[in-house]
């Protein structure tokens, strides 16, 4: 699995680096993991985005889902037969329903209780701590496994969702000393959370803006000890 990182913030663009995207490849199969603002321009640097395979989303806020828009409307300018699935829960209704797009896409739910086959992925879900409905994704093919937590708290379901992981994927949008009610989690959670999980490596994304990235690596390394940790930068390529 080859994944490439197309946004990496949380919450808005910043100085020309978008918000939360991935594509996801494996024997020619083309799949985007959210669709953060900025992505479409991103993702049309690798592949043309009209032979995108698949698009799936983690929850509708929009710093995920700013994209969907353009990259809809730039499949009903091409000559594209099918219609791109983009896959969602139906938890809201209302931003499940815009996933379909007649001529262009359509959308197709996903849950928490079975496995889903997308391509050669084997996807497998789980709810988060979120101010709205967000799901957490593990990812499987060829015995290898990508899980990304999404816009998340902490809490300790998380440990056996990713248990094992090759590649662990995590919200980490505050430093160690950030206290109070919060929806995402610290360098420290994040760094616990691999080591607990026992993962083979861990990327921090949806990073904030305004705290040097180096700093914040440097506190999720302390807590995960051996682990290797990267912070997730636009165009970083990891092979899993």
């Known amino acids: ?31 985007l993991i959210d669709c953060g603002s900025g992505s479409l321009n991103e993702l ?40 791109l699935p983009i ?4 938890r809201d209704f209302v931003n499940f329903a815009q996933l379909t797009l007649d001529g262009a896409t359509k959308g197709i739910a996903y849950n928490d209780y079975e496995e ?9 879900f ?15 093919a060829n ?4 899980v990304f937590t999404a816009d998340t708290a902490y809490f300790d379901g998380l440990i056996d969702f990713s248990k094992g992981a090759d590649l662990l994927i995590t919200d980490t949008n505050f430093p160690e000393e950030k206290t109070g009610k ?10 616990e959370l691999a080591k607990k999980a026992k993962v ?3 990327m921090i994304s949806h990073l904030p803006q305004t705290i040097d990235h180096s700093i914040m690596l440097k506190q999720t390394q302390k807590y995960a000890e051996d682990i290797p940790v990267i912070r997730a930068f636009q165009d970083l390529e990891l092979d899993v």
């Open 126 to 140: 789980m709810e988060t701590i979120h101010p709205v409905p967000a799901y957490a994704m593990r990812i499987q």
């Open 1 to 31: 699995m080859l994944i490439t990182v197309l946004g990496m913030y949380g919450g808005y663009p910043y100085k020309g680096v978008g918000t939360t995207s991935y594509l996801l490849q494996k024997d020619g199969f083309k799949l």
């Open 116 to 124: 889903l086959k997308i391509g050669p992925f084997k996807f497998n």
């Open 44 to 83: 049309s640097r690798y592949i043309d985005p009209t032979e995108l395979d698949a698009v799936v989303l983690s929850h509708y806020h929009h710093d995920h889902t700013a994209d969907l828009g353009v990259l809809q409307y730039n499949l009903l300018a091409s000559d594209r037969e099918e219609p």
């Open 200 to 202: 083979e490596r861990v």
């Open 143 to 146: 015995g290898k496994s990508i």
């Open 87 to 90: 896959y969602g829960h139906t």
């Open 182 to 191: 919060i929806w995402h989690m610290t360098t420290k959670e994040t760094g």
